[in-house]
């Protein structure tokens, strides 16, 4: 099925950097969503967008949702060890719709 | 948010088994509910949508007489892996929606199935 393009891949930071990550999609979404997920379990909700433009913020982390309503990027502030894990983009184009998820953004936090 | 259960966390079975995943929305109607499936270090893909009291909608590609979905109440839906086969070995996600849409977007705690 369908992915959308999310970068980085990877990422290799020390404890206090901020972190930025990005998705992108050929086609339009009305719903941007960013996950985060843990090994071995189901990826948890961050932040929701629903509106082409919107910036949102939960603590630490800031979304955009982008004009195009084509990409979305994540901010992570300050960030802190819990911040370890992979960190998922969907996008969706109504409420009850299918998600389609990005690929993925693995975050390392050197000691 | 809504709260969603997944049973079992895990299983182990022997190939040519079935196995039976629920997945719970405990405090939620979900009249919608999804199922994904994340093999290691890649993206969840969905497999299937179920709408309480009407048969699954099928990804293409995922065989439907393979993976039985059953959604007969609006907090339990139920995937049924029959025969399966190692390279059914996977994270197995469900997540639900319902009426109200864009505030439900909650993920179960998988399962873990090894096919030996």
């Known amino acids: 099925g369908q992915q959308l393009n999310q970068s980085p891949q990877s990422m290799f930071i020390q404890e206090g950097e901020d972190v930025s990550m990005n998705c992108t999609s050929s086609?339009?979404?009305?719903?941007w969503l960013w996950y985060k997920q843990d090994p071995g379990e189901g990826p948890v909700l961050l932040i929701a967008?629903?509106?082409?433009?919107e910036l949102t913020s939960n603590g630490r982390l800031t979304a955009q949702f982008g004009i195009t309503r084509k990409d979305s990027f994540l901010n992570i502030s300050a960030s802190i060890p819990s911040d370890v894990g992979i960190y998922f983009c969907?996008?969706?184009?109504?409420?009850?719709?299918?998600?389609?998820f990005g690929t993925g953004t693995r975050l390392t936090i050197i000691p | 948010g809504a709260v969603v259960s997944q049973h079992p966390s895990w299983v182990i079975c022997k190939s040519g088994t079935s196995v039976k995943i629920e997945c719970r929305s405990l405090?939620?109607?979900?009249?919608?509910m999804f199922w994904y499936r994340q093999f290691p270090k890649q993206s969840l893909m969905l497999m299937a949508t179920?709408?309480?009291?009407?048969?699954?909608?099928?990804e293409q590609g995922v065989e439907k007489d393979k993976f039985l979905i059953n959604h007969a109440s609006l907090t339990l839906s139920t995937l049924t892996v029959t025969s399966a086969h190692p390279e059914d070995s996977s994270f197995y996600i469900c997540?639900?929606?319902?009426?109200?849409?864009?505030?439900?977007?909650?993920f179960g705690p998988g399962t873990r199935l090894t096919v030996l």
């Open positions: 086609s339009i979404f009305n719903t």
């Open positions: 179920s709408n309480e009291g009407s048969k699954a909608t099928y």
């Open positions: 969907a996008g969706q184009r109504s409420g009850n719709e299918k998600l389609t």
């Open positions: 967008l629903y509106k082409a433009g």
């Open positions: 405090d939620f109607q979900a009249t919608t």
């Open positions: 997540r639900i929606s319902g009426r109200e849409g864009t505030d439900t977007q909650y």
